[in-house]
Nanobody, 119 residues
Framework: QVQLVESGGGLVQPGGSLRLSCAASGFRWDYSAIGWFRQAPGKEREGVSCIRSRSGVTIYADSVKGRFTISRDNAKNTVYLQMNSLRPEDTAVYYC????????????WGRGTQVTVSS
């Protein structure tokens, strides 16, 4: 089965940093774009960042540009999201998926990892 497993979430103070990991198995990871999404309580799930397979082109939501960096290690079947200068509004459950910025309903998803930014 296709499996995506997020890790690295936790509690961090405003201005702090976290690195999320997305480990994948069961599909051709190197052929797939991988995106990070987040969902805060009462909010719609939104695209945060995406990294494409062939080109390696990265995409970021305006709200995280300059603060978050996405990268991938195809040999390890892992995508990372480095999150710096975290703000309380970044608090959400973060998911990785075989989707790029837009939730289409056709991708595979991990179960999510909680990120809480609070003093």
């Amino acid at each position: 089965q296709v499996q995506l497993v997020e890790s690295g979430g936790g509690l961090v103070q405003p201005g702090g940093s976290l690195r999320l990991s997305c480990a994948a198995s069961g599909f051709r990871w190197d052929y797939s774009a991988i995106g990070w999404f987040r969902q805060a309580p009462g909010k719609e799930r939104e695209g945060v960042s995406c990294i494409r397979s062939r080109s390696g082109v990265t995409i970021y939501a305006d709200s995280v540009k300059g603060r978050f960096t996405i990268s991938r290690d195809n040999a390890k079947n892992t995508v990372y999201l480095q999150m710096n200068s975290l703000r309380p509004e970044d608090t959400a459950v973060y998911y990785c998926a075989t989707e790029c910025m837009v939730v289409t309903g056709r991708g595979s998803w991990g179960r999510g990892t909680q990120v809480t930014v609070s003093s």
